[in-house]
């Protein structure tokens, strides 16, 4: 970040620069002026679902995690079997990243997915 005769410049722009960025002018004779701006920085989706294979034996728990790398994410789904996944006391999402599945039972076998939607892209990653 530079600033040059009051213009603030960002080079290389990342989504952690977004934020509120605020402009203050200080005039003896006025006295001051503030001004604020929002920055939004638009970034790539990636999306990533581990572990690539998850096998377990009947009554433990199982964990899948969708990782989400880029802004913004509106909105996470998940699916089981390419219907929409029905969560309960025992098969849960936690900050709707992470499927965990306590006392796991033969019909929690399948192919899980998990939709990442953006502003600009949406992805899908699925796993059996």
Known sequence: ?????GSLFIERVRAQDSGKYVCTVKNNSVGEVRVETELTVYGNLSVSLY????????????????SVQGYPVHSITWFKD?????????????????????????????MYQCFV????????????
């Open 1 to 5: 970040m530079m600033l040059v005769n």
């Open 82 to 110: 390419t219907r929409h996944l029905v969560t309960s006391n025992r098969v849960r999402l936690i900050a709707n990243q992470v499927l965990h599945i306590t006392s796991v039972l033969r019909e929690d076998q399948g």
């Open 51 to 66: 572990p690539a294979q998850l096998t377990t034996e009947s009554g433990r728990s199982a964990t899948l995690n969708c």
């Open 117 to 128: 939607y953006g502003s600009l892209q949406s992805i899908r990653v699925r796993r059996r």
